[in-house]
């Protein structure tokens, strides 16, 4: 056992008791360790309901405690959920450059990517520095250069949308100052290589491998067949205006949906840091990549 003392964060997912299930085990393994555990509050009280953390992490040599919020500082983040729980995770974390563990307990997983079955090994690599660490690019967005919202960082993506309601959308956009194109569509998503894999593909983006250095711009059900997603430097500033027949649009930052009214300008750069995320000594992203998307598999 290693003697040396770190301090984990841990958050989760807040609906489904299922995707908490190992979280005694590792509890456990954070105690074995004699780590400081740190949980998310309302995090706190959803697993606390399941099993006792204090008579877990009842140790000498273990303490336990939560927080509020973003307040907190530790080693690492584990985050108990899917990719949706990993993404709200790193929106806590945001420029404290602490390194995010995904434990896996959904369904595809890219930044989840660890099994619950592994947890013991990878607690036990990152005591043993026997890992790797990817930085990750995060968009910024602005709304009439102002932040919108609780947490104006995107990950994955962001999206401009209709309401539920409304007819199509009218997005005029600009790249650095200079006119691209208007789309006239469903909406129109703007992700990071991290968010190549999710919203942006279901949509007919191009898989991006992470660290590109770009950004993917990919329209959601547009009205003309001739548009088609657009690859740019993530050193672009991009600039979106858009008219709605009901006034108003929705902008989706990693799923959090903030309504806006016609005519609020909204801007998207790289934000000034990156997201850290743990991933194991020898992980490889093709292999994962085919692994995820069943890419050669034959479902006959």
Request: glycine share 8%.
């Amino acid at each position: 056992m290693s003697s040396k003392s770190l301090t984990f964060a841990i958050f989760g997912n807040l609906y489904q008791q299922e995707k908490s299930a190992a979280i005694e085990q590792v509890l456990a393994c954070l105690k074995v360790h004699g780590a400081r555990v740190i949980i998310h509050e309302e995090y706190y009280h959803f697993i606390n309901e399941m099993c006792d953390v204090h008579r877990i992490l009842k140790s000498a040599k273990c303490s336990f405690s939560t927080f509020s919020g973003n307040d907190f500082e530790a080693d690492f983040a584990i985050s108990m959920g899917g990719d949706g729980t990993f993404l709200k995770t790193a929106s806590k974390v945001g420029g404290k450059h602490i390194p995010i563990l995904g434990v896996n307990m959904g369904r595809l997983g890219f930044l989840a990517d660890i099994a619950p079955d592994d947890i013991e090994t990878c607690l036990q690599a990152l005591h043993d520095d026997d890992y790797a660490v990817e930085s990750r690019a995060v968009i910024q967005v602005k709304a009439d250069d102002k932040p919108l919202g609780e947490t104006s960082f995107a990950l994955n993506d962001v999206s401009i949308l209709k309401r539920d309601t409304a007819s199509m959308i009218s997005i005029r956009a600009s790249i650095n100052g200079e006119y691209l194109a208007t789309y006239q569509a469903d909406g129109l998503i703007v992700s990071t290589p991290t968010g190549s894999t999710a919203y942006s593909l279901s949509n007919g983006g191009p898989v991006v491998v992470p660290g590109t250095g770009v950004f993917i711009m990919t329209a959601v059900a547009p009205h003309s067949l001739n548009i088609r997603p657009v690859v740019i430097p993530d050193s672009a500033e991009v600039t979106l205006d858009v008219e709605s027949r009901n006034h108003s649009f929705l902008v989706a930052i990693d799923g959090r949906s903030e309504k806006c009214g016609e005519g609020t300008r909204i801007t998207l750069r790289r934000a000034p840091y990156n997201i850290q995320v743990v991933k194991r000594s020898g992980t490889r992203y093709f292999s994962t990549l085919r692994e995820k998307l069943m890419w050669g598999a034959d479902v006959r």
